[in-house]
């Protein structure tokens, strides 16, 4: 029996015979975790084709009988098809489903995806995780990593993974599965969607163009809330030490002009220090002796315009406080013999707090978030590590698989922040920012960050990454993301330079936030706070991006309103433009700025691709037509361009009077 959908007058999925649309089967895993880093393989038993033999109407939708194996309901509804599966086989535990593709077509989403925007042409596991020091197979530092640590990542590792894909064919497709996933889009005909378990749904919505499209894939999944007006009025500087370190390095920034909106100390908890770098202790509470009478300081902050920001994530070291009293009460993931389950963090151990038991949730949410960060007056936190749920012998108070909760885990950790902050009345005045996520987190999300970039220039590691985590986000539901200015991990003798950490800047003035971070080794990486230039510099680039605000905010309102990316790709508003599907390092902030990123070392000019129309350079002032263009690109000036015809035209004729300063050469 054949059947197949249709949308926008194409067909996008068919089930001939001799072409199923479904295949089944059953295969045995192989899942190794260490410190966050996945190693996975598969050996399929069995997989074969399920063919259509039996088709009824119902109420429900029609419903497709497929050998007995599974049933298939299929509903609907304008624009949008829900197909509905109901396992009959309990022994099927591989699911795969091909979608009909177009030779030219473009893919985008699959998450949050740090080496390559389009998707076609490569195949993406979906698995929350540490993306790994290196993600490139043929680099010294991705090989020395895997034999050293076994930490070396692949071009799809990611924290962000989601089954969800949008198409240059005007449609979105979501997997309603949080089982391990690998969605394949290498072949002409057809992407095959492979699903460790038979998914719940699949659901298909079309639209006639991206950001109708993009408006209903958000109303879906939900979106993220608006950011505090705080956070435009500065720079967020990450520094640690301690009281007298951090506010002397506040000072110190302060007095040469840079405008500070937030002093984010991660360490306010206390350190370790290990191998890898200076490391947290991981008990969620204010350290007496490193941060003495922090309530007291958070509040001479806040009278002076200053917010104070901390770190959290969902485990707590067993040599805490916090630990004890959270196994006392039985709130940790045990083993499956019931005894304590500790996850290495690198020459420390933690225990899991079981987010899926209640109580430990309400727990969690309450006497550690509430209690020990927002009650003494903290303003926001980077809430890290969601991707860490380990799979093997370990029993959560769900009684679900952990191979299923770990996908979920993020979006569960995501939760429970935006709870503490809602119910606490301070949503919209606290920003926390996080790199896992999955299904579920857009709502829950209040700000993304890109994660642990290498302190380089590097494509599938460095400053080039970020650009293309933010536009796969967006294209995915998460449309506020930012990252650590000068990148974060430093290995191998490899060292954030001024350089680096300059281009790094100047292109997070055109993203929602900018933060710097002193890296996981302070001590031999470049530090702003160091180099006159440098600060003299950066006051420049914090001032142009206080300026963009007006600007900056009706994005992020859209965003929160539409689901609209605030860093969105060429495409969304030059559909017409095959080029503008090709781009992977430029970006549209909103739709009148164009941003052209230098990411490579070493470079006094960039080559630019403009779409159809008339730009005025932003700094200079001269005016560039549609197509390539060479400018020049002295650091601190990254190749931006605004539309003639802009309503916020005026401001940025601001912006180039007061801070332009530079030729502009062809």
């Known amino acids: 029996m054949d059947w197949e959908l249709n949308a926008e007058g194409q067909r996008i999925l068919s089930c001939e015979s001799g072409k199923p ?98 998707l076609r042409g490569r195949h993406f596991p979906l698995w929350t995780s540490e993306p790994g020091v290196g993600r490139d197979k043929t680099t010294y530092v991705t090989w020395r990593s895997d034999v050293e640590n076994k930490a070396g990542g692949d071009y799809y590792n990611t924290n ?11 449609y979105y497709l979501h997997v309603d599965s949080t089982a391990y996933a690998d969605f394949d889009f290498r072949n002409r005909d057809f992407h095959e969607l492979q699903i460790w378990e038979v998914p719940a749904s699949i659901r298909i919505e079309a639209a006639p163009g991206f950001l109708e499209l993009l408006e209903k894939l958000t109303a879906f999944l939900g979106r993220q809330p608006e950011l505090p007006e705080w956070v435009y009025n500065g720079l967020i500087i990450g520094v640690q030490g301690g009281n007298d370190r951090s506010l002397g390095i506040l000072e110190k920034t302060l007095d040469k002009g840079i405008k500070v909106s937030g002093l984010w100390c991660q360490d306010w908890c206390g ?3 290990t191998s890898f770098g200076k490391r947290l202790q991981w008990d969620w509470k204010y350290h007496q002796e ?18 104070f920001l901390g770190y959290i994530n969902p485990y707590l070291v067993n040599d805490g406080e916090l630990y004890k009293e959270g196994k006392a009460r039985g709130y940790f993931a045990t083993k499956g013999d019931g005894g304590d389950y500790l996850v290495d963090f690198g020459e420390f151990y933690c225990g899991v707090v079981d987010l899926t038991n209640p109580d430990a949730y309400e727990w969690y949410k309450n006497e550690v978030i509430k209690k020990h960060s927002l009650d003494i007056g903290i303003d926001g936190w980077m809430a890290d590590f969601g991707e860490y749920l380990p799979t093997d012998d370990i029993r959560l108070y769900s ?54 970039q290498s302190v380089d220039f590097t494509i599938h590691d460095g400053l080039a990454t ?5 536009l796969s986000a967006g294209m995915t539901g998460c449309g506020l993301s930012h990252s650590d200015i000068g990148g974060y991990t430093s290995l191998f003798d490899n060292k954030r330079t001024k350089e680096l950490f300059l281009r790094w800047a100047e292109m997070a003035v055109f993203t929602p936030v900018m933060r710097t971070h002193e890296g996981n080794r302070p001590d031999t990486n470049f530090q702003y706070y160091e180099d006159e230039d440098c600060m003299e510099q950066l006051a420049r680039l914090v001032e142009v991006y206080t300026m963009l605000a007006p600007y900056m905010k009706e994005l992020v309102k859209e965003n929160a309103e539409k689901g609209i990316p605030v860093q969105r790709p060429l495409f969304l508003h030059y559909e017409e433009d095959k080029r503008a599907y090709e781009v992977q ?46 400018v020049a690109a002295p650091v601190g000036d990254t190749p931006a361009f605004y539309l003639k015809s802009s309503e916020y035209a005026p401001l940025f004729e601001e912006i ?10 062809r």
């Open 656 to 665: 180039r009077r007061t801070h332009g300063k530079r030729e502009s050469g």
């Open 466 to 470: 970020v650009i293309c985590a933010a």
């Open 271 to 273: 350190k370790r220090v």
């Open 290 to 307: 490193m941060y003495p009478d922090l309530p007291k300081r958070i509040q001479e902050l806040h009278s002076r315009g200053i917010k």
């Open 160 to 170: 962000y993974p989601q089954p969800t894909y949008v198409s240059a064919r005007h």
């Open 399 to 452: 009684g679900i698989s952990p191979m299923k909760e770990h996908n979920r885990w993020p979006a569960l950790w995501a939760k429970c922040n935006y709870e503490a902050v809602k119910e606490s009345g301070k949503l919209g005045e606290v920003v926390y920012f996080m790199r896992a996520g999955g299904t579920g987190s857009q709502k829950y999300c209040t700000l993304l960050w890109a994660g642990d």
């Open 21 to 118: 649309m479904i295949y089944v089967g059953y295969g045995e895993e192989s899942v190794d975790m260490y410190r966050g880093n996945y190693r996975i393989e598969d050996y399929v038993v069995e997989r074969r084709p399920l063919r259509v033999t039996g088709i009824t109407e119902k109420p429900e939708g029609i419903s497709m009988d497929l050998e007995g194996q599974i049933v298939l309901t299929v509903k609907v509804e304008g624009e949008l098809a829900v197909l509905s599966f109901r396992q009959i086989n309990p022994a099927i535990n591989r699911f795969w489903f091909r979608v009909e593709a177009d030779e030219k077509e473009s893919c985008y989403g699959c998450g949050e995806q740090m080496s390559y925007f389009n």
């Open 585 to 630: 390092y430029e970006y549209l902030l909103g739709p009148d700025l164009l941003v052209a990123p230098v990411y490579l070392e070493g470079q006094d000019t960039w080559d630019v691709y403009l779409p159809e129309g008339e730009w005025i350079h932003l700094w200079t002032g001269e005016e560039y037509r549609g197509g390539e263009a060479k």
